[in-house]
């Protein structure tokens, strides 16, 4: 890209849009104008329904979040994680019942029906929709949009790339289509997580490890999905404590110890609202079960048995395994509904339920770990060798975690999706294939979640979402300039283009079969099998890349196996 | 010719996905008149058009539009055949929603055509005519008025625009005084606008040119001829059919509903809205000053909501004075024009006839500001002149059209996307237009400057502060400033035009 930016034409239109600012124009000038176009489509599609709109009796994600609103600003602190878990059980990290507070304290300024105990259940006020909706936005551009912007400017910085190819980068990683239809949409609050993850991920390029750690656990602490990445940061930050700057290894201790200290703070912080609250209304008698039983602790029963309960720190330690409880839900099974996943694709030829649970998760965890493995350790061993190999390896790994990994929903592609589309603000990341493929799964990933969203009737931001994405980054179906360019191997090239475009082929094929012709009676599912099937295919296809480019780029092979010196050469 | 990027192809591309997501935005009540008249054209005998009144969003545009509405209704019954029953009041299937919410984005290619040819066609700096090209392709009045609010002005507007590049060369003359004769018969609003081109083609099409040596009153016989059977062609093929029933009485009475107010239900922001300001200050300063209060007039005035407005210290308006100040106001620029036409002084001409009939006009809507924002946008970045006196106008303009748009969801659409263009293009044209050859009036760019910075608190006042600090009470307020305050910028910035129009 670097050399493109000398081109007189831009390559693809998102170029063409911020091509009259390549030059005496500031950044700080077109800044404000990419948020402001990016958060004009973010409410626009918002405009929509969202899910579980008059859809009773549980109706969706909507109304889980508006409950946690509605008992986070109704209950004591210590019963959030005690009400009715059948309709909407707190069942995400202390953050997210945080932010639901917050919101809901706004919220109910503004109309106290919105978030009445009990009465509100199902509420589709349409005011209370706009609330909700400024809620996702705001919360995105007070967290996500500013990491996402310093992440992209430094990391752009570190990888030699100009300001202005930047900035088409920043805009096609926030009009990322997948993450405005799940949460602008469809609704959640994903950006919250992602944003903290981003803002690590870019303390981590700044060798701010502390802070990294700290908005980490922050990830962490909103939403629990964030562990998809927790072996890359581990990774990372132990190998910044014995590799620093070399490649040969000299254990950090300090370091080290610093950064383990700075995980403990990050996380007393987290849990300090939740801690001092039941111990203050354990003080005063508000227990976390109004009726006064003693229900035993749902986990680690034998816990029990060395406590006290009578003890003050009781009602803390019962506080902290109930959250964990709900947080992990150890006992639902292997997968949720049709999900492009490993284990839902081979349910297909094998029905998996006939094996014990117990074998099922052993083999989960061997196969994600195997998966896992391997990009953690070039990580491990080459943490600094070029800010590219940081969202490559968190990429790596969330797709291992997709893939093999235990209960995975759907929507989980955002979390691989998220850190291998900054690929595109890294060196030659607007070149053709790096853009070929970022986009590739994006739009694969769009395509998995249709079953998702058009259960909600969300067909129209869907298609308008997905294809204006795939036309500003010149992407099929709107066009194929994003493959065959000068300088690389003809075969390589026209193997991406044989194996996308079968893809892209084979999803608008199955958009023509779902739209028109109806699945056989014995076999209602057979679309949705049949786009778990490609989904698997083709993720596990960018799985496959971002590690092959991983261990290119990190230079861990010798050069002779890789090609990398012919090709170094040649440049 | 190389290309500029971004294309209007790209542009409207870009646009129309965004105006696909506003699908399920709020729509007005012209949302239902135009299915209305869908129903009407498809399903009654053409005489029966202007008469049907089921509904009280009776037929009340020129034929050509009713016959835009009846192609339209062949599709629509394709669509869903539910919509274009007489009957079927509200009707508002999500068929019905989409359908005509895509004739609005596919009817709008007209504007894009249109668009292209301006570009094609002018010599100057191209980079200039491109942006003022993009600035009106994605203007936020078409965008809150044709895709919020519902309407056809894109099609209008293009066929407008087309009509006023095909003036630029002589041999196409002909060919944009018929095109707009056309428009004419498609809404009459644009009747506004026909004084300029009247006194044009009069001067360069029918009259021999200046340069000839013989006298100006040589007419030239074949053209008048030309235009004259072209626009009696066109006029026949419009209102022939109904003339043969004798219902032309009956059209004019739908085209031309003389009853209305002075002021729209909100006012416009015209001379008018100050008149009507100045009469409600002078209500809490005339007891001082020894000024009679006119009691009747008291109720309507403080509610601002009124249909016919009568004012309580200053003399009344009636439509004749209007009508009087209009054709005053339109006849002193057209006196330049007739004295030296060239194309350039025809769109300030056109857009100085906007500006009149806009500002002194009979019960003005303040939609009908896209007369005069999209004519001078085509001859705004001639220099820093002309941009000078762009600029309160497009700022005024725009946040004028805020209140038609009073929903919470689609709030920040408005706002957001209006301030995106003001400052994307404001900021674009500043740095294309040129010197101008002449003085600059200093102080007007000043008084622009700081029109422009006091927009900021007023959008910020009216769409929260008032809220949070009187509640629902004293609703007319914030529309009152809106008005007064737009109002003072269209004024402001016509005097200023006006300077440049005649020392041009």
Known sequence: MEREALVRIPSFPLAAFLWPARSSVSQWELLPLILMVVGLFRWAAGLWGYSGFEKPPLFGDYEAQRHWMEITTHLPISQWYFHDLEWWGLDYPPLTAYHSWICGKIGSLIDPAWFALHDSRGSHDPTLKIFMRATVLVSEYLIYIPAAVIFVRRFSRLSGVPAWTSSVALVAILMQPATILIDHVHFQYNTVMLGFVLASMSSMLAGRDFWACFFFVMALGFKQMALYYAFSVFAYLLGVCVFHRTNIPKFNIPKFIGIALATVVSFAILLLPIVAGTLSEASRGITAHPGGAHPPLPLFADLAKHLNTEAFYYPVIEQLVQMIHRIFPFARGLFEDKVANFWCAMNVVIKLKKYPAELLQKGALVATLAAIVPPNLILFLRPNKHPGLLPLAFATTAWGFFLFSYQVHEKSVLLPLMPMTLLLAGRQGLAKDTRAWVGFANILGCWTMYPLLQRVDLRVPYTVLTLLWAYLLGLPPTSLNAYFQDGSSIWSQWATAFIHGFFYLTMVFWHVLDMFVVAPKDKPDLWVVANVGVGVAGFSLCYLWCLGSLVIESEILPPSWTGKEAKTKSE | ?504
């Open chain 2, 1 to 504: 010719m190389a290309e500029i990027y971004p294309s209007l192809v790209q542009c409207a591309i870009v646009a129309t996905a965004f105006k696909i997501l506003l699908f399920p935005a709020y729509k007005s009540t012209d949302f239902e008149v135009h299915r209305n008249w869908l129903a009407i054209t498809h399903s009654l005998p053409l005489w029966d058009w202007y008469y049907e009144k089921t509904s009280e969003w009776t037929l009340d545009y020129p034929p050509f539009f009713a016959y835009f509405e009846w192609i339209m209704s062949r599709v629509a019954r394709l669509a869903d055949p539910a919509m274009i029953r007489v009957h079927n009041l509200e009707y508002d299937s999500w068929q019905t929603i989409y359908f005509q919410r895509w004739t609005v984005i596919v009817t709008e290619l007209v504007l894009l055509y249109a668009l292209q040819m301006y570009k094609s066609i002018l010599s100057g700096s191209l980079r200039a005519a491109h942006a003022a090209a993009v600035s009106i392709l994605l203007s936020p009045g078409l965008l809150i008025i044709d895709h919020i609010h519902f309407q056809y002005n894109g099609v209008m507007y293009g066929i407008l625009i087309a009509s006023l590049v095909l003036a630029k060369k002589k041999s196409s003359l002909l060919a944009s005084g018929l095109v707009f004769a056309a428009l004419l018969c498609m809404k009459h609003i644009y009747l506004y606008l026909a004084p300029a081109y009247f006194v044009y083609l009069l001067r360069v099409y029918c009259l021999p040119p200046k340069s000839s040596p013989r006298s100006i009153f040589r007419i030239q016989f074949l053209n008048c001829v030309k235009l004259g059977g072209g626009i009696a062609a066109i006029f026949a093929a419009a209102f022939g059919p109904f003339a043969l029933k004798n219902q032309i009485p009956q059209i004019f009475s739908r085209l031309f509903p003389f009853s209305r107010g002075l002021c729209h239900a909100y006012w416009a922001p015209n001379v008018w809205a100050l008149y009507s300001f100045m009469d409600r200050l002078l209500i809490s300063l005339a007891p001082r000053i020894g000024l009679p209060i006119k009691a009747d007039a008291l109720n309507s005035v403080t509610r601002g909501l009124v249909g016919d407005t009568s004012f309580a210290v200053l003399p009344n308006i009636t439509p004749r004075m209007c009508f009087v100040l209009t054709l005053l106001f339109q006849a002193i620029p057209l006196t330049k024009l007739f004295m030296r036409p060239t194309w350039e002084g025809f769109i300030g001409g056109v857009t100085l006839c906007g500006y009149a009939s806009f500002l002194f006009g009979w019960h003005v809507h303040e939609k009908a500001i896209l007369l005069v924002i999209i004519p001078f946008s085509l001859i705004a970045l001639k220099d820093r002149r002309y941009l000078g006196a762009f600029r309160p106008l497009a700022v005024a303009g725009h946040v004028s059209l805020f209140p038609l748009i009073f929903t919470p969801a689609e709030f920040p659409i408005k706002t957001v996307y209006t301030i995106f263009w003001l400052v994307l293009f404001l900021m674009a044209f500043d740095r294309l237009a040129p010197a101008p050859t002449r003085q600059r009036l200093f102080l007007f760019d000043r008084f622009s400057t700081a029109y422009i910075t006091v927009s900021i608190p007023l959008i910020f006042y009216c769409s929260l502060m008032h809220g949070i600090i009187f509640g629902k009470s004293y609703e007319f307020l914030p529309l009152m400033f809106t008005s007064s305050y737009s109002a003072i910028g269209v004024v402001g910035s016509w005097l200023g035009f006006m300077v440049v129009h005649f020392t041009e």
